[in-house]
């Protein structure tokens, strides 16, 4: 295993797909195996990739093909069953984020991995922005003293030009809600630095997507950490025009940090006792969304943790189990609206 290429498939060529299918063909360790859409072959802009092509996850599995790491970036409500179809062909699985659209489901394909013995690794590549990577040291260090408040402000357009009617987005069956699709990363990073929340209170928004969505467009959810302090998550694809922020304040016994910009990318504030600042390098530009930009380019962490977890080289960073309380956030704090 430590000399021989780890091999891949990625299921859903879409924006992400093409993404992962790059990251595996630019690792060494890595050979790209095949691809797998329901689109024609031609339509998905894959040309560049030559390796065989299926338009089914069944026609793949049943082809026969040495795999050893299926990846899988098909809409959100596609997760959960794929997963458990590759499990059951004795595949590991990456599961682009959300896991899957509820609990339950994220219990189902847990479950099944352990049976049969294959990993799972979740995919939340915006840890591995420096601002991340920075803050949770700093959180682990104990150095900000008790956690008082964190407030969580994500503020994003989201308009006709991304929920296009041809589009999974903005299904209630595929897409699942804007905190999935667009704020799983942010609910990820508060959930990896605080832990677990309760006494959820959330509050819907319908402005401007009728037509457009089958859920909200925006919300303010208030709660407390099970670790202390209280916490809120305020979030809108409402914004006019394109993105406005998404920041993370955090108040605590001897400091103060806001991190900021379009997807957490940078460090806007940081006063904390006896304590200065490192330079950061700077943050991988947004996934391009035309005129969107999304969360961080950082894919290739992600395909670099598989091969080193696969090689024994290092743990997975991103676990199932991650994955599942993510999901399970976003599924209480959906459940708990006025
Ligand atoms: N990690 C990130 O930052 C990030 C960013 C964007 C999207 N995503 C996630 O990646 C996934 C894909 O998003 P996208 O933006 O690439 O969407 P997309 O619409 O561009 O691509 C999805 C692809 O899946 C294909 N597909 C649909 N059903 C299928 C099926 N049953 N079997 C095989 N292929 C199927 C579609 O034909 C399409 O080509 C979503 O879950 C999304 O939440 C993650």
């Known amino acids: 295993m430590q000399e021989q290429k780890i091999k891949f498939a990625v299921v859903g060529c879409g924006h992400i797909g093409k993404r992962h299918a790059e990251m595996i063909s630019r690792n060494e360790e890595c050979e790209l195996v095949a691809m797998v859409d329901v689109k024609e072959h031609q339509q998905l802009n894959i040309d560049s990739f030559q390796v065989p092509f299926f338009n089914s996850l069944e026609n793949f599995l049943a082809s026969g093909i040495d795999t050893d790491v299926i990846n899988i970036a098909t809409p959100n409500g596609f997760h959960a069953s794929q997963a458990l179809q590759c499990l059951d062909a004795r595949k590991h699985v990456v599961i682009e984020k959300p896991m899957a659209l509820n609990k339950q489901d994220a219990e189902k394909v847990i479950y099944k991995a352990l049976n049969v013995h294959k990993h799972v690794f979740t995919v939340m590549q915006n840890r591995y922005s420096p601002p991340s990577v920075w803050i949770k040291e700093l959180v682990e260090s104990g150095r900000l ?38 704020f799983s990363h942010f609910t990820d990073i508060m959930y990896w630095l605080f832990g677990d929340i309760e006494n959820i209170r959330s509050r819907f928004g319908h402005f401007n997507h009728a037509g457009l969505t089958e859920f909200e467009d925006s919300g303010f959810v208030s709660f407390d950490f099970v670790n202390g302090g209280i916490g809120c998550i305020n979030y809108s694809t409402s914004v006019w025009d394109h ?69 024994g080289r290092a743990a997975i960073s991103t676990n199932a189990l991650e994955g599942l309380k993510v999901v399970d956030i976003i599924e209480r704090i959906y459940t708990s609206g006025l």
């Open 145 to 182: 003293g008790k956690i008082f408040i964190v407030q969580l402000n994500c503020y994003w357009n989201r308009d006709e030009r991304y929920y296009k009617p041809d589009s999974w987005h903005g299904s209630k069956d595929l897409d699942g809600g804007t905190l999935f699709t667009q």
């Open 243 to 311: 993105n406005l922020e998404s920041s993370m304040t955090i108040i605590a016994e001897h400091g103060s940090v806001k991190i900021g910009g379009q997807y957490m990318n940078q460090v806007e504030y940081c006063h904390i006792k006896d304590y200065t600042m490192p330079e950061l390098k700077p943050t991988n530009p947004g996934n391009d969304y035309g005129a969107y930009k999304g969360s961080a380019q950082n894919h290739h962490y992600v395909i670099e943790n598989v091969v080193a977890v696969l090689k």
